[in-house]
């Protein structure tokens, strides 16, 4: 139907027009009621639209930059972790060393099944040699002490022990050497820290003062208690290396040299991890101190020196793991203060859009009530012209 078909009083077109636009009036009001913005599209304001969408962009790139500090600040508390407990791992081990030197250290025993010859054993700086006897329960040991004086033990087995460690105390050393007979077996321990246990090779055994029979040995065997502590030591290092292995955050470990860039607005950060294993630290334990005794090759930590060195790369090590927390810990300092300075920048920008296209609720309840008054108004005084109209009818009554 075209607009001219019907004609409308001047007074009906006015208030028609004014009802339609009441309506339309009210339809915004109530979708800025029920969307909470008074700009919803670029038709509303299109400056303050698209400025409001360059702040929500900016404040969506920023937040992206943010999980990726807050992954970055997981993964350098993963490495934190790990250090702390490698550290923790450290120190038993260098209680395990301590104790070590305060423990006794090579023990050599051997069975007196005959008579030895030309066979000698070292301990602590002591020469024990033993020299051809006739066959019987007796066994003579020339004793040289480190200062050249020779002692003489002429005893049998059952007294050589308590032979040996007097003839300790007489030469002033005492403590140094200690001697414990068990049945035909006689066995010699350096308490001393710091000295170890050598014998010649081969020892043969004369019968009946004859000749000596190559085919007779001594039956020797070393142990150390420090050999003990060694084994735990080791089984320490295992479990550091265990550790630093196991540091990692979704796939980023800064325990085995991994780098990770932290990415924020307008820059990023390296965060450069370091190796914590046992190698690179430089904490595995001392190889074996060389001795001549069969079976002693492979003793660890035989002489107090070894034990030390143990104990000072352990020392080093802490330093390390200590530097290399404190370049962890600054380098986290920066991404907390980043990631604080990302979060004011997103509430900044969000306000600033909001700023521009948010609706006052409370204006537009009020605009809401008037309009609505105004409909009702409109609409009556629609009628009232309508009724002028109508007037015409009465003529034909």
């Known amino acids: ?42 038709l509303d304001n299109p400056i303050n639209y698209f400025a409001a969408q360059s702040h929500l962009s900016r404040a969506s790139d920023i937040s992206a930059y943010k999980d990726g500090m807050s992954e970055a600040v997981q993964t350098i508390q993963a490495a934190n972790t790990g250090i702390e407990n490698i550290k923790s791992m450290i120190e038993a081990a260098r209680g395990l060393g301590q104790a070590a030197l305060n423990a006794s ?9 005959s008579m030895v010859s030309g066979n000698t054993i070292a301990i602590g700086g002591t020469t024990f040699t033993a020299v051809n006897t ?3 329960s007796e066994t003579q040991f020339n004793v040289q002490d480190a200062n050249g004086n020779a002692l003489t033990v002429d005893e049998i087995v059952s007294n050589l022990a308590a032979k040996i460690n007097q003839n300790d105390e007489k030469d002033g050393r005492a403590g140094n050497l200690k001697a414990v007979a068990n049945g035909n077996r006689i066995t010699l321990t350096s308490v001393a820290t710091d000295k170890a246990i050598t014998t010649t090779a081969v020892v043969a055994a004369a019968k009946g003062g004859g000749a000596a029979d190559p085919g007779v040995t001594i039956d020797t065997k070393v142990t150390s208690e420090r050999q003990t502590y060694a084994l735990q030591y080791e089984e320490i290092m295992t479990q550091i290396d265990s550790l630093a292995q196991s540091s990692g955050y979704k796939g980023n470990n800064l325990l085995a040299k991994d780098t990770m860039a932290v990415g ?12 914590a294993s046992v190698s690179s630290m430089g904490v595995n334990v001392t190889g074996a101190a060389k001795s001549s005794v069969t079976g002693s090759e492979n003793v660890k930590w035989a002489v107090g020196s070894d034990i030390r060195h143990d104990v000072n790369n352990l020392d080093k090590g802490i330093q390390k793991l200590k530097e290399e927390s404190g370049k962890l810990s600054s380098s986290l300092s920066v991404i907390n203060i980043q990631q604080d300075f990302s979060t004011s920048k997103i509430n900044i920008l969000t306000a600033g859009a909001d700023n521009l296209t948010a609706a006052d609720t409370n204006e537009e309840g009020a605009n809401m009530l008037m309009l609505q008054t105004r409909q009702s108004l409109s609409t009556t005084a629609l009628s009232l012209s309508s009724q002028a109209a109508q007037s015409v009818l009465r003529l034909f009554g």
């Not at 090579?106 to 099944?113: A, D, L």
């Open 264 to 275: 924020f607005e307008g820059g990023s950060i390296s965060v450069r991890g370091f190796s």
């Open 1 to 42: 139907m075209a607009l001219n078909d019907i004609s409308l009083t001047t007074g009906m077109r006015k208030n028609l027009v004014s009802l339609q636009k009441t309506v339309t009036l009210l339809d915004r009001t109530q979708d800025r009621l029920s969307t909470g913005k008074k700009v919803n599209s670029a």
């Open 134 to 136: 006739t066959a019987s």
């Open 105 to 113: 250290a090579n023990s050599v025993g051997f069975t007196v099944t």
